[in-house]
């Protein structure tokens, strides 16, 4: 029976990315997916690199720094590799809030950062309303979709095999050591297995990862104009992030709802209101798609990285809202990890064996 060198369970932004580090490693990899490849947090995602900010939690800033600037390198390879091109944009956020003053002062992480007032604010975007201060930041916004659409092509580019509409049921161990996966239809073997599953990682035994489903609302609708909106946008009540080709994004709800991936219209609408009130023109913007994903919740809201307690079994999960903006830098730490090299970051707040007893 073939085996490979690695299996990787989950077929989103993650394991797809982890995948094709190992394959510079020159280990063969085998990817497991229980749905269609990368159709679940991942493309539910918004997109926005976030690096700065309260919004980030203070053990995870490094990481994220160093993630969002490898983000163009990142994306130029998956283009070269699959032939797709991918809507990163850099033109920078735009955060809405009272306390923009404050959060510029105590939190911002990010030298090219600086407070806007009202009239810088209507000459870098017309079409948005409102008095209030804005904080600048200088991060780049990427398109999900076309980033992991791009990564599967990659992927495949790279002789890396890939099993969807597969669940994976438990990691098969034996001796204490792990040695492949029992899945739906079958069972596959490698001396080592990454799980990479998201919200679903910690239902696949024996050891399972305290991950839980948090459910995220968004919607798209199509600008008036390409060049309406520039900038993503945040505010207290929403997001907007444009993109190139003039749709925008619109987001998002966290709620605790489970594996629940219904859209309320009450929500949807509640999101259009609050992007109405800093967009008056999309009244009679065209809604073109809403929809709910999940992403990876854990207990302290970080992600884990690294190894278990059984020997040959890692987790890359958890990583809540940063998935995307977090894989270039998971893909590296956690292929050195399991090649058995020391990473270039401190782990220690990650290492995914922290909730185990």
């Known amino acids: 029976m073939k085996a490979w060198d690695a299996i990787i369970v989950g077929a989103g932004i993650i394991g797809l990315s982890l995948a094709i580090e190992l394959r510079k490693k020159a280990m063969s990899v085998l990817v497991v997916e229980r749905g269609q490849p990368g159709r679940e947090a991942s493309w539910a995602a918004g997109g926005m690199l976030a690096d700065c900010g309260l919004e980030v939690p203070v053990p995870l800033r490094e990481l994220a720094t160093a993630s969002a600037r490898m983000y163009p390198e990142f994306v130029h390879e998956l283009e070269d590799e699959s032939g797709l091109k991918i809507d990163l944009r850099d033109q920078g956020t735009l955060l809405l809030s009272p306390e923009c003053e404050q959060k510029h002062a105590t939190a911002s992480n990010n030298e090219l950062s600086h407070t ?46 890939l099993s969807s509409g597969d669940e994976v049921l438990e990691i098969k161990v034996d001796k204490g050591q792990a040695f492949g996966v029992r899945t739906v239809k079958t069972s596959f073997s490698a001396a080592l297995v990454i799980n990479c599953a998201g919200a679903w990682a910690g239902q696949i035994g024996p050891q399972c990862f305290p991950t839980r489903p948090v459910k995220g609302q968004m919607l798209c609708v199509a600008m008036p ?131 185990e007893h």
């Open 225 to 355: 104009r390409k060049d309406f909106l520039r900038h993503v946008v945040r505010s207290p009540d929403v997001y907007l992030i444009p993109r190139s080709d003039g749709r925008l994004l619109i987001g998002a709800t966290a709620e605790e709802a489970g594996f629940d991936k219904q859209t309320v219209p009450e929500t949807i609408q509640n999101l259009r209101r609050a992007a109405l009130e800093l967009l008056p023109e999309l009244e009679n913007a065209k809604i073109l798609e809403a929809w709910a994903g999940l992403r990876p919740g854990s207990p302290d809201n970080l992600p884990l990285l690294g190894a278990t307690n059984t020997p040959g079994y890692f987790g890359a999960t958890g990583h809540f809202r940063d998935g995307i903006l977090l894989a270039p830098v998971t893909a590296k730490v956690m292929a050195d990890t399991v090649a058995g090299n020391t990473p270039s970051f401190d782990m220690r707040a990650f290492v995914a064996s922290r909730f």
């Open 116 to 161: 806007l007032r009202t009239e810088e604010i209507q000459r870098l975007e017309p079409s948005l309303r409102g008095d209030a201060a804005a904080l600048f930041l200088q991060e780049r916004s990427v398109d999900p979709r076309g980033l992991t659409t791009a990564a599967i092509a990659a992927a495949k580019h790279r002789s890396i095999d």
